[in-house]
């Protein structure tokens, strides 16, 4: 782990920049003691609907999205941005601290990916709209 690299605490585990919707998806399922298959079912979606969600290939529409905050007893807010009634993460002494250090590190290095993933982005864009200038 690099050094000055900040511990993210409990509160933080499921927050806008440790996790993703997916993640706090299938958190409050697995919190709520349901499978896949439960919650696709109660939800009146197909399995592989639900898992693309979990994987964070797609995202619900806002009915769908109600149905999950209601259903997990979580807020659409936390659902979405990590933020608000939700879950909490596990509790640190549960782990051994090699693991909670590990953990640790995998969740800098995705919010650190996620936020390259988007500066790779606004770059793309500049240089497309770069090109078309030269071109027309």
Known sequence: MED??????????YGPDAATFGDRLTAAREKAGLTQKDLSRRLGVKLKTLT??????SEPRANKLSMIAGLLNVSIVWLLTGEGEGVSGPP?????ADLTAVFTEIR????????SAERLGILEKRLRQRLKEELA
């Open 92 to 96: 640190e002494e549960e782990l051994p």
């Open 4 to 13: 000055g690299a900040k511990m993210q605490d409990q509160d933080d585990w």
């Open 108 to 115: 800098d290095l995705k919010t650190q990916m996620t936020k």
């Open 52 to 57: 693309d969600w979990e994987s964070d290939l």
